[in-house]
């Protein structure tokens, strides 16, 4: 069965430095999503990218926060400048129609920011 | 009202119990709604999909009531597996918007 992956599983950094979480999309899906949940906390959307640009962001997803598909199957984001509060987990989801279809979500990318 | 409300738990039941999990959400205009399970420290993952009154799979029965914008998800003859946090999530309405996740009921089954 398809599923969604992400690398690397831990990632512990630096506040102030630049991280980029990975994430390898189910092939033939056309929307992808990063979520993050903060520990003990509810899962929260950050942004959704279709057709090669950001269809919908939250308000966290501030100017610290960028997407990029640089390939054909990659999915990245990339946080500029951690932060303490930015440490959660990372989750990539994809869809084969769009938000409101169900969703597939990779094993997360769990962020220690120090 | 919140956008999507759950049971705060934790639901702590025996083996072969049955048990049930509410959900209030705010968007009336969404159409489709879910139940994801997450397990510790792990993706959601999906475990139905309710798109009209009701779905049914196995033991889980997730039902919908659009005019008190209610959701339950029911479990007949619970097993130690099922033990997991239980997600109510809700789409957007229409095309645009993200998906609003509760914050969860967490299930433990005891043997």
């Known amino acids: 069965e398809p599923e969604v992956t992400q690398t690397p599983s831990h990632q512990v950094t630096q506040m102030g430095q630049e991280v980029i979480l990975r994430c390898v999309p189910i092939?033939?899906?056309?929307?992808f999503y990063w979520y993050r949940q903060i520990l003990g906390q509810k899962v929260e959307f950050l942004v959704s990218f279709y057709n090669n640009e950001i269809s919908e962001k939250s308000e966290i997803f501030d100017d610290q926060f960028s997407v990029e598909r640089p390939d054909g199957s990659n999915f990245t984001l990339k946080i500029r400048s951690t932060k303490l509060e930015d440490s959660a987990m990372y989750f990539c989801?994809?869809?084969?129609?769009?938000?409101?279809?169900?969703?597939?979500f990779g094993p997360g990318t769990r962020l220690l920011v120090l | 009202r919140k956008e999507v409300e759950q049971d705060p738990g934790p639901f702590n039941v025996p083996e072969g119990a049955t048990v049930a999990f509410n959900c209030t959400y705010s968007n009336s205009a969404s159409q489709s709604f879910f139940w994801y399970r997450q397990d510790c420290r792990k993706e959601p993952k999906l475990l139905m999909s309710?798109?009209?009154s009701g779905n049914e799979d196995g033991r889980f029965t997730a039902q919908l009531n659009r005019a008190s914008q209610y959701i339950s998800l029911l479990i007949r003859d619970s097993k130690l597996s099922d033990s997991a946090t239980y997600l109510c999530?809700?789409?957007?309405?229409?095309?645009?918007?993200?998906?609003?996740f509760g914050k969860g009921t967490k299930l433990s089954v005891k043997p």
């Open positions: 309710v798109y009209s």
């Open positions: 092939s033939n899906h056309l929307y």
């Open positions: 999530v809700v789409p957007p309405g229409g095309s645009q918007g993200n998906l609003i």
């Open positions: 989801a994809s869809s084969e129609q769009g938000p409101a279809e169900t969703q597939y």
